[in-house]
């Protein structure tokens, strides 16, 4: 068996490396310390009457003081998680009005054409909720 150290030379010790991992490890798990309990908010998003096809809802907060959240929207539906507090809705709903190739490879894959259903994401102050911690239910029919 042969080793790249000289007679007499020890090996690199592995207990620094060992250290900054352990150090990484529990700065992660502090990372969320501190916050309190969140809050997960879920509802449906419809239009006429009829669920949202697809879409984006964002949750920020009213005062500019913590994380942004969202979700997408599928078939009306959507579920975050938040922080609990005042926050600022904003959302965005599509519906599929086709398919097309893209224009630089006739031969790829169909994507879809989507038409915006709402004129703006800004719901402005309609769109200021509370969410308390644990669970929340908002709805939204235009």
């Not at 959507?78 to 600022?88: D, E, K």
């Amino acid at each position: 068996m042969s080793s790249d150290l000289a007679a007499g030379d020890r090996p690199p010790p592995c207990w620094p490396i060992a250290a900054g991992w352990l150090i990484t490890i529990a700065a992660i798990a502090a990372g969320g310390c501190g916050r309190g309990p969140g809050a997960t908010v879920e509802g449906l998003v419809t239009i006429g009457g009829k669920p949202v096809e697809t879409g984006y809802i964002r949750f920020a907060p009213a005062a500019d003081d913590g994380p942004t959240a969202g979700s997408t929207i599928d078939q009306g539906r959507y579920r975050a998680a938040v922080a609990p507090g005042r926050v600022q809705v904003s959302l965005q709903g599509y519906k599929k009005v086709g398919e097309e190739r893209p224009g630089y490879d006739p031969t790829g894959p169909l994507i879809p054409i989507m038409k915006p259903l709402l004129p703006s994401d800004d719901l402005g102050p309609a769109g200021v909720k509370s969410l308390n911690a644990g669970r929340n239910t908002l709805d939204f029919a235009f």
